[in-house]
């Protein structure tokens, strides 16, 4: 999987492909989880929820943006620190994208392990 290594654009209209080819079915799942993976022990990301309608192609609403950062040096291997995991409740969305708003740490490339239960 490729890392993230720069923050998707704020305009809803410009969404990047990769959001939209990767939305998440809620069904009757009440909440997100997110696992960020990073690529340096400074790292940092800020994940942004968009909620779509069932189709994915219309926007219904913006969920609350959280960080995660790298603050303990729990590592996969070299070059793979795990931040904080990320919660959201997210009753009644039908689908889930994940808005990549922030981006921290020297030369950072993030990557987000996402489901819902």
Do not use: C
Request: proline fraction near 3%; charge should be negative.
């Amino acid at each position: 999987m490729a890392k993230i290594t720069v923050t998707d654009s704020l305009d809803l209209n410009n969404l990047p492909a990769e959001l939209l080819a990767n939305l998440i079915t809620v069904g009757d799942k009440t909440t997100l989880l997110v696992n960020p993976e990073h690529t340096v022990s400074d790292g940092e990301v800020s994940v942004t929820p968009i909620v779509f309608n069932s189709a994915g192609t219309i926007v219904l609403a913006v969920l609350e943006t959280k960080a995660s950062n790298v603050s303990t040096l729990f590592r996969r291997g070299t070059g793979s620190y795990l931040s904080e995991q990320l919660q959201w409740d997210i009753t009644g969305a039908p689908k889930i994208g994940l808005h990549v708003t922030a981006i921290g740490g020297a030369a950072n490339g993030v990557l987000l392990r996402a489901g819902v239960v």
